[in-house]
């Protein structure tokens, strides 16, 4: 079964620094990825999602950037923080069949 | 498009008692539908999910949900609440194409 990793796990930024939080997947093969935000007391927002490496797709427009430079690694990105940015960002593969998703541990983004 | 509406955004039940988390939904087609938990500073776990086959469900920790195609919802019961159950927990509608609508949460505590 898929294991996803991700990190860090907490993170505290300033304002206007940049950001990179990796995820990467272990026991599937081309998978799809997701990016997921988590706001505090909301559900969570689809951000990004790929289907293969160098495929990426915008849910919402937002200050985020996702790439995927390897088959079961995906990487969300920022150039510059807004206070806005910060929550618990979460990570999901698809599961082999019945639409499934299995998340990652998650890391929470505090930007001060 | 499809929506996902968790009536409860709050449920405080006593340990021993019965558990009704309540969720609607809307879809274009037949959808697949999860309930994931998530417990303080952790990622997401698969409780059950539905996908076309028995309408009621049952999933880990005494958990169950039931299809009602006539009143589109699927509602999460357990008939004891544990204080290990005091978590938040999310519907969510997931397309063919693994993507996901999740409802705001609701979030249950367990008194003694």
């Known amino acids: 079964s898929q294991t996803i990793h991700q990190w860090p796990a907490t993170l505290v930024q300033p304002v206007g620094s940049p950001l990179s939080l990796e995820c990467t997947v272990e026991?599937?093969?081309?998978?799809?990825l997701y990016w997921y935000r988590q706001a505090a007391g909301r559900g969570l927002q689809l951000l990004f999602y790929?289907?293969?490496?160098?495929?990426i797709s915008s849910e919402v427009p937002q200050n985020l950037s996702a790439s995927r430079p390897q088959d079961r690694q995906f990487i969300l990105s920022s150039k510059k923080l807004l206070l806005s940015d910060s929550g618990f960002y979460l990570c999901?593969?698809?599961?082999?069949?019945?639409?499934?998703?299995?998340f990652g541990p998650g890391t929470r983004l505090t930007v001060l | 498009a499809q929506s996902v509406t968790q009536l409860d955004s709050h449920v405080s039940v006593s340990e021993g008692t019965p558990v009704l988390l309540r969720c609607n939904y809307s879809?274009?087609?037949?959808?697949?539908l999860f309930w994931y938990v998530q417990h303080p500073n952790k990622g997401l776990q698969l409780l059950l999910k539905?996908?076309?086959?028995?309408?009621l469900v049952k999933g880990i920790n005494g958990f169950e949900a039931e299809f009602k195609k006539s009143e589109t919802s699927f509602h999460l019961t357990k008939p004891s609440a544990h204080m290990s159950d005091a978590a938040e927990y999310f519907c969510?509608?997931?397309?063919?194409?693994?993507?996901?609508?999740f409802g705001d949460g609701t979030t249950l505590t367990v008194k003694p």
């Open positions: 999901a593969c698809r599961g082999r069949g019945l639409n499934e998703q299995f």
């Open positions: 026991g599937t093969s081309n998978p799809n």
């Open positions: 790929s289907v293969g490496i160098g495929q």
């Open positions: 879809s274009s087609y037949s959808p697949s």
């Open positions: 539905y996908t076309s086959a028995a309408t």
């Open positions: 969510v509608v997931i397309t063919n194409a693994g993507k996901s609508t």
